[in-house]
Structures are given as structure tokens and as C-alpha cells.
């Protein structure tokens, strides 16, 4: 599918400090992108130029392959890693504000503010100002106010932190959805674990440059090392000495190894079937916490 | 959407926020009740016309003419018992005598004396008291109004910032459709609360029986004052809320908006201080930060040509126009700095959003 969202070598400084050098990635639509990093990597500046909240010293942004207008961002919907409402205006009335500020007409507005909360389980609390709400719930009426008028692009600034596990499940749920009907979402987390479970694409952005960006998928493989993981009956200590093993651990019956270059895996198979059956054999992926440690070094 | 229909939008909530907000009704009612007051009291002080008790029946007719509230009584006893009970404040006995207690009733001897007729060749147009007392009382109005919406503005404005709602809605609509839209607002009100003002101070100079001299001059003054007040307000309203986004939090407004402060208070002192210099006042009626209480001074004391106030208004008008330029590049250039108070260089060099 082509890319809705393209970010191409954008720079920008601070002062002195360059805080993004040559950034570019892409988002594509009907796809969770997760845009991972160390605090102060430039996750939040590249969201910020993106919703032209700030502008880039060079490079561009194109929204559908045209530099992004007014217009388009009126489909955008953005939510700050800086939470913020109204805190004396009620939920629903601050959800539909915000709606009527995207372009849509009262009544749509009215509408869909109500279908969101119900959605989000905090239709009972729409009556009630921002500032008598707990701290998740004022969580949920963030994230309505950003997707209330269904928006092509979800730019999220840490949907998750501040999240207990409940509204995590519900977040996350709401965002497969608009993914599934379309949207591009882009999100920044720390939480790589739970990046790695969400995602489709990823990028890794470090001391403000791009270190690695593409589908989930493409980037474990292209991260894998030879490495193997064995499970036999009895002991695998033998495996050792098998030529091109390196042994990292042993566990009894289960060993994880990696093989040097040119070395054959499929030999090891071999020799371990000779001695008796096998219960598992295979390559062991990288978690996105491995790729992120290696990546950024 | 177009800027314009953001900005309406802006304007709005701003209005129904502020109509929700009991501090600001308060603050609101209680000005509505100091005018009055400050209407009534002097009007309640002045005693009304002077009782007097006449047993002379043939001067009745001419203490009438002079508007005096004249009591006929046959018997001079009587007339004194009324005297002596605060019924009437003087007693004419033919001759004629004026009995009174403590004073002798000025206003009455000069109606009964014959005085030689004087020739005043620059005549107040009115009383002295009220030749003071309404040129401040427009003065206050509009620095009090000024300060006190001037402060509204910039009090939202940190609101959006502490809160940090500011990002969402920069991110939706311009941030010029956010400042036109809440400085609409304010202005809105301020000028609501002027007019309602001016509405209640024209009725009661009417119910207060004040002469039609003091009526007639205080209208052109009024009429002059509004649109003055609004362009005036307009001016300091960008620069309030310039002032309000280099602040970080309400508590920052004291040492950001002190210069803002100084240009309503400094003007107010001056036209207050050097009311009675002619030239002063002149050069303060062109000058756009004191204007808009100068000029409508001039026009009440009558004091200004014809063409004077479109001239001064013309000014008011380039230097807001100038003004909303600084202000907004200000507004815009600190609005998403949220960590501590912004300078006012920082906030002028710095680049903000690609699109317009």
C-alpha cells in the first residue's frame, strides 16, 4: 500500500542544538506506526512539525504526496504528550468544541461525541467538567478529543503513559479499530513491549536521526542474528562441541546458541536428531527491546 | 474552514465561559453598583431645591420663578415654628426680613437683593463639581474596564497554556484564529459592559435632575468615548494576551503584564494629573494610549473642534492596527513555551508554525 504520510530530511534546531538531523519516514494507512526512542531523541519535535505546531528549519512533510495545507490537518487528529482540556468545561461539551474546531457541523459533532464516549465508557461522566475526573478518565476524554472528528491521521504522543491496564486494553482496542477502517496512527511510546505486541511498522529515532524504520516484521528478520534455540530429551551439553557453536545457554535440556558465519545450522539438526528426538529447533528473533539496544548504539 | 469561521468559534466559547464564570459576574455586578452609587450619592447629598415659608403672599410669585419650594403661611408664629422644626430652611416676613437659624440662606438673598448685572465673559457650561467629577468618572471607566478585561485576556490566555490545551488547538486552527477570536470576545464584553455603563450614567444624570447643559455635553462625550474605548482596548487587548503567553502560569502574570499595566496606568494618571492644562490635554487627546480618555474630556469640556476626535481616532486606529502585529508575533512566538516565563526577545525571534 502506498504512504499517506511522508516526513523527508527534516531538520530542525533549537538555538544551538540540533534536535532532528535529517529525519525521514513514511506512515501508511490502515497501519499502527510506532515511533520509538529515548526521551529527548526528538520523538515529540518531529510530532510537533508534523502537525505544524512547529515549523522544520529544511526538509518537508507531505500529507497524499502535496505539502501539508490547513485543510489537511483539519483531518488530522493529535493528542499531546502535554494532556490538556478545559478543566472548568464539562467533557462532552469540550469533545464537541473540539470537534466543531475540526470542521464538523453541531449536530455531527453532538453525534459522534456521544457514539465516542459511549465507546470509551465515560458517557455517564459527560456532564461533569474535566477537572472532577480522575486522572484516567481525563486520559480517555484526551484521547475522544483527538479522534472525534475520525481523523486520517492519529498523531500520538504517548497514547499510554498514565494509562492503568484496564484503559490501556480500551485504547488500544479504539485504535486497531480506526486503523482497521482506514486512519494512519503514528505513536510515540517507551513502553517497547507493548509497541512491539501493537505495531505494524516501526521507527527508531536516536540523538535525532532515524536508525532504523519498516514493517515490524522486516526489521526483526533484518536483526536476526544466527541464532538458535534447541530443545531435546536429556542433555544438551554436548552441543558445545558441535563445530561453529557458540553456546549462550544451557538449561538441561534446552540450549540457545548462536553459529559463525557460513557455519551450517541444519548439521546441528542433524547430529541432535542422531541422538535422540527433538523437541524444538529453530531460529530465536530479536525482541524490539534487542533491536532498540543494538540500533541506537 | 476559514480562519474567520475558527475564530467564531473561539469567540464563543470565550463569551460563554466568561457568562459561566462567578468571578466575573461578580466583579461585574459590583462595578454596576459602585456606578450607581456614584451617581446617586452626589445627587442624594445636593437637598434639592430650598424651603422656605412666605408670609409676605405677594413675593410668593417671584420666589416660585426662582425655583424655590415656597410655603405661604398668614401668621409670622406659625412661619417661625416651621423654621424652628426643620420644615423650611429660611421664613420671609414682609418688609422684606429673612428669619433663619444659623446661616443667612445665601441663595435666597440673592434673589431678594437687587444685584448689578454681570457680564461673565467665559461662563462654565456648568457646575464646577460636576465639571470634575464627570471627566474622571469617564477616566476611571475606561482604565478600570481596560485593566479589568485586559486581565481576562491574559488570564485565558495562561490558562490555555498551563493547561496545555494551547497545543490541540494550534494544531487545529491558526493560532491568529485563536487570538482574534478570544480578543473578539473580550472586547465584546468590555464594550457590553461600557455601554451598559454609559446607558445607566446617562439615565441617572437624567433621574438625578442634573441641568441639561451637563446632559447635552455628556452625550457627544459618550458617543465619542465608545468607539474610542473599543479601538483603545483592541490596542492593549494583543499586548494582554502577548503578555499572557510569555507567562507559564497565572503566577507570572504580575511580572509579565507589568509593562501592559504601566501603559493603561501611566496614560490614566496623566490625563487625570493635567486635566486643567490645555495643551497637556491636547497632545494627550492625539496620544494613542490616552486617547481614549483625553478626547472625550476635550468634547465634554467642549474644548475640541469638529474634526479634532476623527483625527485622534484615526491615530488610535494606525497604532492599534501596529500594535496587533507586535502583539501577535509575541502571542504566537511564546504560546507552546510551557517551561517558565518566555522573554520578550526569545518570543519575537522565535519560528513557529509552517502554515499559516
Known amino acids: ?297 | 474552514m476559514t480562519t474567520f469561521q475558527a475564530a467564531r468559534l473561539v469567540f464563543g466559547r470565550e463569551i460563554r465561559a466568561k457568562l459561566r464564570d462567578k468571578a466575573f459576574i461578580f466583579s461585574t455586578v459590583s462595578f454596576l453598583v459602585v456606578l450607581i452609587g456614584s451617581i446617586a450619592i452626589p445627587a442624594m447629598l445636593s437637598s434639592g431645591p430650598t424651603k422656605v415659608a412666605v408670609v409676605d403672599a405677594a413675593l410668593a410669585p417671584t420666589l416660585r420663578a426662582a425655583a424655590l419650594d415656597v410655603r405661604e403661611v398668614t401668621d409670622p408664629a406659625a412661619a417661625e415654628q416651621l423654621l424652628r422644626d426643620g420644615e423650611v430652611e429660611a421664613v420671609v416676613l414682609p418688609g422684606p426680613k429673612v428669619v433663619a437659624m444659623e446661616d443667612a440662606p445665601s441663595e435666597l438673598l440673592d434673589i431678594l437683593s437687587t444685584v448689578p448685572p454681570v457680564e461673565l465673559l467665559d461662563p462654565p457650561a456648568f457646575d464646577e463639581a460636576i465639571a470634575i467629577f464627570v471627566p474622571l468618572a469617564l477616566a476611571m471607566l475606561c482604565y478600570i474596564t481596560s485593566l479589568l478585561f485586559g486581565l481576562q485576556i491574559a488570564q485565558s490566555v495562561v490558562e490555555e497554556k498551563q493547561t496545555r490545551i494551547v497545543e490541540i488547538l494550534v494544531a487545529t486552527i491558526p493560532a491568529k484564529a485563536l487570538l482574534a477570536g478570544k480578543i473578539a470576545a473580550m472586547t465584546a464584553l468590555a464594550f457590553a459592559q461600557i455601554a451598559l455603563l454609559s446607558v445607566i450614567a446617562l439615565i441617572g444624570t437624567t433621574v438625578a435632575d442634573l441641568d441639561s447643559g451637563v446632559i447635552s455635553a455628556l452625550r457627544p462625550a459618550l458617543g465619542w468615548f465608545l468607539p474610542f474605548f473599543i479601538l483603545g482596548f483592541v490596542m492593549l487587548a494583543t499586548l494582554w494576551a502577548a503578555v499572557g503567553a510569555l507567562a507559564a502560569r497565572q503566577e507570572d502574570l504580575g511580572s509579565t503584564s507589568g509593562t501592559v499595566q504601566m501603559a493603561v496606568l501611566i496614560p490614566f494618571f496623566a490625563v487625570i494629573f493635567l486635566r486643567d492644562n490645555a495643551a497637556a490635554l491636547t497632545a494627550l487627546s492625539y496620544f494613542p494610549l490616552s486617547s481614549p480618555m483625553a478626547m472625550p474630556i476635550r468634547i465634554f469640556e467642549n474644548g475640541a473642534a469638529a474634526w479634532e476626535p476623527f483625527v485622534a481616532l484615526g491615530v488610535l486606529a494606525a497604532s492599534a492596527a501596529g500594535m496587533l502585529v507586535i502583539g501577535a508575533r509575541i502571542y504566537h512566538g511564546s504560546l507552546l513555551r510551557t517551561n517558565g516565563k518566555t522573554s520578550f526577545a526569545t518570543a519575537w525571534r522565535t519560528r513557529t508554525t509552517a502554515a499559516g
Open chain 1, 1 to 297: 500500500m502506498t504512504t499517506v504520510l511522508n516526513v523527508e530530511a527534516v531538520n530542525r534546531s533549537f538555538g544551538e542544538r540540533q534536535v532532528l538531523k535529517d529525519v525521514s519516514f513514511s506512515v501508511e494507512p490502515g497501519r499502527l506506526t510506532g515511533f520509538v526512542g529515548a526521551n529527548g531523541a526528538g520523538k515529540t519535535t518531529t510530532m510537533r512539525i508534523i502537525l505544524g505546531v512547529l515549523a522544520a528549519d529544511t526538509g518537508t512533510v507531505t500529507w497524499r504526496g502535496a505539502p501539508i495545507s490547513r485543510n489537511d490537518r483539519q483531518l488530522f487528529g493529535y493528542m499531546p504528550e502535554e494532556r490538556g482540556l478545559y478543566p472548568k468545561m464539562t467533557v462532552g461539551e469540550q469533545v464537541v468544541y473540539l470537534g466543531r474546531l475540526h470542521g464538523l457541523s453541531a449536530a455531527d459533532a453532538k453525534r459522534r461525541t456521544t457514539a465516542l464516549l459511549e465507546r470509551l465508557e465515560l458517557a455517564e461522566r459527560a456532564g461533569d467538567p474535566v477537572e472532577k475526573l480522575s486522572l484516567g478518565n481525563q486520559q480517555r476524554a484526551q484521547i475522544a478529543a483527538a479522534l472525534v472528528h475520525d481523523p486520517e491521521l492519529l498523531v500520538l504522543d504517548e497514547p499510554f503513559s498514565g494509562l492503568d491496564p484496564i484503559a490501556v486494553e480500551t485504547v488500544l482496542a479504539v485504535l486497531r479499530e480506526r486503523a482497521r477502517a482506514g486512519a494512519a496512527v503514528l505513536f510515540s511510546s517507551h513502553q517497547l513491549e507493548l509497541v512491539e505486541r501493537l505495531c505494524d511498522d516501526l521507527v527508531i529515532i536516536a540523538d535525532g536521526t532515524v536508525r532504523a524504520a519498516g514493517s515490524r516484521i522486516a526489521l526483526r528478520e533484518q536483526h536476526a542474528l544466527p541464532r538458535y534455540r534447541i530443545e531435546v530429551d536429556g542433555d544438551a551439553g554436548w552441543i558445545r562441541d558441535e563445530p561453529g557453536v557458540t553456546l549462550l545457554e544451557l538449561d538441561g535440556a534446552q540450549a540457545v546458541f548462536d553459529m559463525t558465519a557460513g557455519a551450517d545450522e541444519q548439521a546441528v539438526l542433524r547430529s541432535a536428531l542422531g541422538r535422540g528426538p527433538v523437541r524444538a529447533f529453530g531460529p530465536v528473533r530479536p525482541s524490539l527491546a534487542e533491536i532498540f539496544r543494538e540500533v541506537i548504539q
